[in-house]
């Protein structure tokens, strides 16, 4: 969506603001021996208590209120009370969700206590890397621009990214156009991102794969040559200066 006055702005606020706070707590609610179940409904229940629904659910009829990914799943994971976590687990959460007919998205993955895994520097990197693309986000850029900076930087760190899963524009809808801000330059995108738009930028960075493929639940995606992905997502308005990052309050960047 294009924000064309203040309380287009207010509700986004609002719904971001929902979706931002439900994912810091799970973070830092998430400890071993914990279903993925559990902390699925934890979520929800923070997002009830705003007066949101979870937009995978609403959207698309998916088994679960938030995306709970666990070590080789990349992302879409099905919240299950068989998957328990444990200590040094690579955790992607991917918080969306519809307040007053307004829609945000966020997301954020972790390494659940100790770093016995050694994932923290794929996840730090992904981090990082989402940090400099939004900073270099302004009305008039080439949305290829800002992929090709993503894979320039996971490559500068021996990683690569993943391209079959991008961001997108959002607001009124859960995915609206833009429909691909990919982590790679794609020569055929030729749109550029347009002042006082909504996007949700993602950054897919793996070790080993550069597409996904799904698996039999018909949700969770994998990588088609394995290793671990990390994701972290903020949801944006674009101006002609640094965008306004309405889901700061996730606290992915402190």
């Not at 924000?3 to 971001?16: P, Q």
């Not at 666990?70 to 969306?96: M, Q, T, W, Y």
Request: charged share 20%; aromatic share 8%.
């Amino acid at each position: 969506m294009s924000i064309s006055n203040e309380a287009e702005l207010t509700g986004m606020k609002k719904a971001s603001e929902a979706v931002a706070i439900t994912l810091r707590r799970m973070i830092d609610y998430a400890r071993p021996g914990m279903t993925t179940k559990e902390l699925d409904d934890f979520g929800n229940d923070i997002l009830r208590s705003f007066g949101a629904r979870s937009a995978p659910n609403l959207a698309y009829g998916f088994p679960g209120y938030t995306c709970i990914s666990v070590n080789n799943e990349f992302c879409h994971g099905i919240p299950s009370p068989k998957r328990v976590l444990a200590e040094g687990d690579l955790i992607n959460i991917d918080v969306s969700a519809e307040l007053n007919s307004f829609w945000s998205d966020n997301g954020s993955s972790f390494v659940l206590g100790e770093d016995v895994n050694g994932h923290q520097p794929l996840v730090e990197a992904s981090r990082v890397i989402l940090q400099k693309a939004i900073n270099n986000i302004r009305g008039g850029v080439r949305i290829s621009d800002i992929g090709w900076l993503i894979e320039t930087e996971a490559k500068k760190k021996g990683l690569k990214v993943v391209k079959n899963i991008t961001g997108h524009g959002i607001g009124r809808s859960l995915h609206e156009e833009p429909f691909d801000i990919a982590n790679y330059r794609d020569k055929f995108n030729r749109q550029r991102f347009k002042k006082n738009s909504v996007v949700a930028i993602e950054t897919f960075i793996s070790t080993n794969s550069t597409m996904t493929v799904t698996l039999a639940d018909d949700w969770t995606l994998v990588g088609n040559r394995g290793g671990f992905m990390a994701q972290h997502e903020h949801t944006i308005v674009v101006t002609d200066g640094k965008p306004l990052i309405l889901t700061s309050m996730n606290g992915i960047w402190n």
